[in-house]
Nanobody
Framework: QVQLVESGGGLVQTGGSLRLSCAHS????????MGWYRQAPGKQRELVARITSGGNTNYADSVKGRFTISRDDAKNTVYLQMNSLKPEDTAVYYCNVDRLIGASWTPLLQWGQGTQVTVSS
């Protein structure tokens, strides 16, 4: 069973930075897209950023220009660099393997524990 372990969250002030990491237990991800998602209290989980196996990236409009997703397949790890953080970025952040099924991207694995990001105003 592949396990995803997110880390790097914490409490920061508005304008601060954090770097999240997602480590996975098997090296199957080099051929798959990886996504970072977040879920704020009372809201649905939403995609923050995705990176394909070829390195193509896409971002939610709310984080464009502030967040950067990257991957290191040799280390079985995907990262999310978050700069210029805002209070509305407060959420639990999760990663997952994403696969294009038909016309939609679908997270494939059971969600991990996530990592809490809290941005104070």
């Amino acid at each position: 069973q592949v396990q995803l372990v997110e880390s790097g969250g914490g409490l920061v002030q508005t304008g601060g930075s954090l770097r999240l990491s997602c480590a996975h237990s098997r090296s199957i991800f080099s051929s798959n897209a990886m996504g970072w998602y977040r879920q704020a209290p009372g809201k649905q989980r939403e995609l923050v950023a995705r990176i394909t196996s070829g390195g193509n990236t896409n971002y939610a409009d709310s984080v464009k220009g502030r967040f950067t997703i990257s991957r290191d397949d040799a280390k079985n790890t995907v990262y999310l660099q978050m700069n210029s953080l805002k209070p509305e970025d407060t959420a639990v952040y999760y990663c997952n393997v994403d696969r294009l099924i038909g016309a939609s991207w679908t997270p494939l694995l059971q969600w991990g524990q996530g990592t809490q990001v809290t941005v104070s105003s």
